[in-house]
């Protein structure tokens, strides 16, 4: 069993940054693939990025690449999600995802445990 808890969230400006905490329990936490997601109001919920247990490996979508980075300290048993050149159709609530494996998975179905949610609201 993991708990997941996010933190982090707020209210920016579009082109600010910010960076969300998710952290978990467990003690095999580098085990676990982790996922962030967001849903925007009205909107299904969406990946955003995705990171292996021991880091080396992590995976964007299209519309976050090269603008927020994915990072993991297993010694805290927390993951992160930098974004930077926030814009204001990033407003969403995230979600960090874990799943017992080393697949990168993008899909919801493919996690079983989600934390939950922390509001980001960009301005414009």
């Known amino acids: 069993q993991v708990q997941l808890v996010e933190s982090g969230g707020g209210l920016v400006q579009a082109g600010g940054s910010l960076r969300l905490s998710c952290a978990a329990s467990?003690?095999?936490?580098?085990?676990?693939?982790v996922g962030w997601f967001r849903q925007a109001p009205g909107k299904e919920r969406e990946f955003v990025a995705a990171i292996r247990g021991n880091g080396d490996r992590t995976y964007y979508a299209d519309s976050v690449k090269g603008r927020f980075t994915i990072s993991r300290d297993n010694a805290r048993n927390t993951v992160y999600l930098q974004m930077n050149s926030l814009k204001p159709e990033d407003t969403a609530v995230y979600y960090c995802?874990?799943?017992?494996?080393?697949?990168?998975?993008?899909?919801?179905?493919?996690?079983?445990?989600w934390g939950q949610g922390t509001q980001v609201t960009v301005s414009s």
């Open positions: 467990g003690r095999t936490f580098s085990s676990y693939v």
């Open positions: 995802a874990a799943r017992y494996d080393s697949t990168l998975y993008t899909a919801r179905p493919h996690y079983d445990y």
